[in-house]
Nanobody, 127 residues
Framework: QVRVEESGGGLVQAGGSLRLSCAAT????????MGWYRQAPGNQREFGNQ?????????????KYADSVKGRFTISRDNHGNTVSLEMNRMKPEDTAVYYC???????????????WGRGTWVTVTP
């Protein structure tokens, strides 16, 4: 069984920086894409809906960013491919949200890639 767990959220003033980390642990066979999504306060969490893609990184280190964070956020992934980080700079109040990590992990039992989500970590940016 594979678990996904985020860490590093917190409170920061506008213009400041935070770093989020996410690790996939357990019986990891292969992880394809890993990414960060966020859900702003007041939005009911629905799987696959109401959450904004923030940044994505493939197993080949290809990255994709939301327009709202380009130039401010940087996603990176370790060589083993099981840990992903999000460096957030020049943060804005509108970055306030719960940030979720997602990993596409191969299940040898089901013979397919599964989308695994962490429980989320709060990020609050004050004016």
């Amino acid at each position: 069984q594979v678990r996904v767990e985020e860490s590093g959220g917190g409170l920061v003033q506008a213009g400041g920086s935070l770093r989020l980390s996410c690790a996939a642990t357990g019986s990891v066979f292969d992880i394809r894409d890993m990414g960060w999504y966020r859900q702003a306060p007041g939005n009911q969490r629905e799987f696959g809906n109401q959450r904004e893609l923030v940044a994505l990184i493939s197993s080949g280190q290809l990255t994709k960013y939301a327009d709202s964070v380009k130039g401010r956020f940087t996603i990176s992934r370790d060589n083993h491919g099981n840990t992903v980080s999000l460096e957030m700079n020049r943060m804005k109040p509108e970055d306030t949200a719960v940030y979720y990590c997602k990993a596409e992990s191969y299940s040898d039992y089901e013979k397919k890639y599964l989308e695994l989500w962490g429980r989320g970590t709060w990020v609050t940016v004050t004016p």
